[in-house]
């Protein structure tokens, strides 16, 4: 480390002093400009200004960020198109005909042991779904309305879609999983979902709970009364639950 020595007392000083700290007398700071930095420092430094301070360069530099934001905003619309696009869901259906009491001919069943598996389609159960949650509306209406639930049913498992509006613009959300019935256990395991048509990663469904919470609790009392079933087959569009005996 350089000091500075002062020329009348001849104490060492920082080189950050200009004045000496004992006697105050001016100090001569030409010793600090000869040590100053290295030659190759110098030239990186005069190379890195010049980068900057090139008109050009600036310019690719600025246009870099204009294009990324282009894009990221391009990126970021096209995923909010896919999430406000509706899904490949069916038409909603009028529910003014009879559609099928689940629920009733489920707690029958398991009041009368009877032996008669329960076979629905995939029909039967919107077509049941739609009757059963329209007089729960209210109580699943939060922040969005609640319009309705749709199933698709798959081999083991399926898809669940709510959808919800806001201001009258439809909001489609599902999750999608395999589902099993163990010992009176209904259990189901996530395999993904979506917003819209935007695909959500299994593992972000895990934070999805609170989009389908109020329909789980809506849906509580069929979910009690498909565990007192012996075992329920899910397959591509329907479902059959059989009795215990
Ligand atoms: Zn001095």
Redesign the pocket.
């Known amino acids: 480390m350089i000091t500075l020595i002062?020329?009348?007392?001849?104490?060492e000083?920082e080189p950050e002093r200009i004045y000496?700290?004992?006697?105050?007398?001016r100090l001569d700071r030409t010793a600090l400009a000869k040590e100053a930095p290295k030659g190759e420092d110098v030239k990186d430094t005069q190379r890195r200004l010049r980068n900057m301070l090139d008109p050009g360069r600036a310019k690719m530099r600025l246009m870099f960020f204009k294009v990324s934001k282009v894009i990221l905003g391009a990126l970021i619309l096209a995923a909010l198109i896919q999430m406000i696009l509706p899904p490949d869901v069916p038409p909603r259906q009028k529910t003014g005909d009879f559609p099928p009491q689940i629920n009733l001919d489920l707690e029958n069943a398991a009041m009368n042991h009877g032996s008669t598996p329960l076979q629905y389609t995939e029909a039967q159960v919107n077509a049941y779904l739609g009757s059963a949650l329209k007089s729960k509306q209210a109580a699943l209406s939060k922040l969005l309305q609640f319009e309705r639930a749709i199933v698709t049913l798959e081999e083991n498992g399926g898809r669940i879609t709510a959808e919800r509006s806001l201001f009258g613009f439809s909001v489609f959300t599902t999750t999608s999983g395999k589902v099993s019935l163990q010992d009176g256990k209904l259990t189901a395991s996530n395999t993904g979902g979506s917003i819209g048509r935007l695909p959500i990663h299994p593992l972000l469904m895990k934070y999805s709970d609170p989009l389908f919470s109020d329909l789980w609790a809506a849906l509580d009392r069929e979910r009690k009364a498909v565990a007192k079933m012996a075992s329920m087959e899910l397959r591509p569009q329907a479902v059959v639950l059989t009795p215990k005996p």
């Open positions: 002062c020329p009348e007392c001849r104490r000083n000496c700290h004992d006697c105050g007398a």
